[in-house]
């Protein structure tokens, strides 16, 4: 529920910090101010590129964050919308899968009487993610609402094909996220991977593809790496998230990150993967420790 609130309010508009115990404790109390995080840039493989969903970590302000994670090696956070791309800007990092058009989760392109205004509030985001430097942006599906998969797939593609002369000229990538409708967005019509990628065929171009959430594709369907493996061609981004429960991505969930993201890595992909689960220790420990799991 936390995420869909912040995606509704933002619409339209084994490595521990024992090196930096101060940030990590000030981040604990909002009273106290946050103590500029000073530490040398994390060395990567250079394998993945790291991002970070932001909604996870709500109660760090923005450029605490933003310190933090250009230290730990993360180049990007996710689910930003406009107002917040320059405070990205001032640390050197981007939004790899931003946010700021659309209705939100449950009112999406699955309904036609929703199209012209879904097209005027991307076809107004695609210049000022272009003027920002970012190359995509999120979408969804909606819920089925009584709606067959076959009609909303219909009408998805209709909606979305509109759009792709837009993303085209401005360079942006459209990216609709699958999400599970068994335990966090009951009734979502984009829940499996294989309605997806024949929404990425309909459609018929490469700025359309889908953003592969590791966590609600467990849950869905299980079979992550040959999933990866067979469709990767229209995934354009990656989220994590342990199971059950988006908890930490260690080993007290189902899911072996390590070996995940090295079948992203064999397939040649060149995007970024956001750590997207809910901290329940000190967030940014947590954090950093997923980020070094996942580098592989």
């Not at 469709?231 to 342990?242: E, N, V």
């Not at 988006?246 to 079948?263: F, G, K, L, S």
Request: net charge neutral; hydrophobic share 35%; charged share 20%.
């Amino acid at each position: 529920m936390q995420r869909r609130n912040a995606l509704r309010n933002l619409t339209g508009t084994a490595l521990t910090l024992s090196a930096v115990p101060s940030l990590a404790s000030q981040l604990m109390h909002e009273s106290e101010p946050a103590t500029p995080y000073v530490a040398a840039t994390t060395a990567m493989k250079g394998n993945i590129n790291h991002s970070v969903c932001r909604w996870c970590y709500s109660k760090i302000p923005l450029d605490d964050l933003c310190k933090a994670a250009k230290a730990m090696g993360i180049k990007s956070i996710d689910l930003t919308g406009p107002d917040e791309w320059p405070t990205l800007k001032k640390y050197g990092l981007t939004s790899a899968m931003p946010q700021g058009a659309g209705k939100g989760i449950v009112d999406g392109f699955n309904d036609p009487k929703l199209h012209d205004e879904l097209v005027a509030s991307y076809e107004a985001i695609f210049p000022k993610l272009q003027a920002a430097g970012m190359t995509s942006v999120i979408c969804f599906s909606g819920n089925r609402k009584g709606m067959s998969d076959a009609e909303g797939l219909e009408n998805c593609a209709k909606g979305l094909k509109r759009l792709m002369p837009s993303a085209e000229k401005h360079g942006i990538t459209m990216i609709m996220e699958l999400l599970n409708s068994k335990v966090d967005h009951k009734d979502y019509m984009c829940d499996h991977t294989a309605w997806g990628v024949e929404l990425c065929k309909k459609v018929g171009s490469d700025k359309f593809k889908l953003l592969y959430d590791i966590y609600h594709m467990q849950i869905m369907e299980g079979d992550i790496i040959r999933t990866i493996r067979a469709h990767h061609q229209y995934i354009g981004h990656y989220h994590t998230g342990g199971n059950p429960g988006r908890n930490e991505i260690d080993q007290t969930q189902e899911i072996y990150y390590p070996a995940v993201m090295q079948a992203i890595i064999a397939t040649g992909y060149k995007g970024y993967v956001a750590q997207e689960f809910i901290p329940k220790r000190d967030p940014l420990t947590s954090l950093r420790e997923a980020v070094m799991l996942c580098d592989v």
